[in-house]
C-alpha cells in the first residue's frame, strides 16, 4: 500500500484519522495502538499528528475489530 502514488487512489478513498475514528468507533489512542500493532496501515502522513487512510484498508480493519490481535 505504501507504494500506491496519489493517482492510483480516487480522492473519495482517502480519508482522515478524525473520519477512520468515527468508521470504526475507536479512539484517536486506539488507532494509533492499531497502526503500532499493524492492525491498520496509514496511506500518508497527512501533516502534524494527522494520517491519511485508504477506506478499503479501514473496512479490512473493521472487520478484524472484533477479533483479538
Known amino acids: 500500500m505504501a ?3 496519489a493517482r492510483m487512489i480516487a480522492r473519495e478513498e482517502v480519508v482522515t484519522t478524525p473520519e477512520v475514528c468515527d468508521l470504526l468507533k475507536i479512539t484517536r489512542q486506539t488507532l494509533y495502538a492499531w497502526m503500532q500493532r499493524g ?4 496511506w500518508m502522513k497527512a501533516g ?3 494520517w491519511l487512510f485508504v477506506r478499503s484498508e479501514v473496512m479490512k ?3 478484524l475489530k ?3 490481535a
Open 39 to 42: 492492525r491498520i496501515k496509514p
Open 61 to 63: 480493519a473493521k472487520d
Open 48 to 50: 502534524g499528528a494527522s
Open 3 to 5: 507504494g500506491m502514488s
Open 66 to 68: 472484533y477479533q483479538r
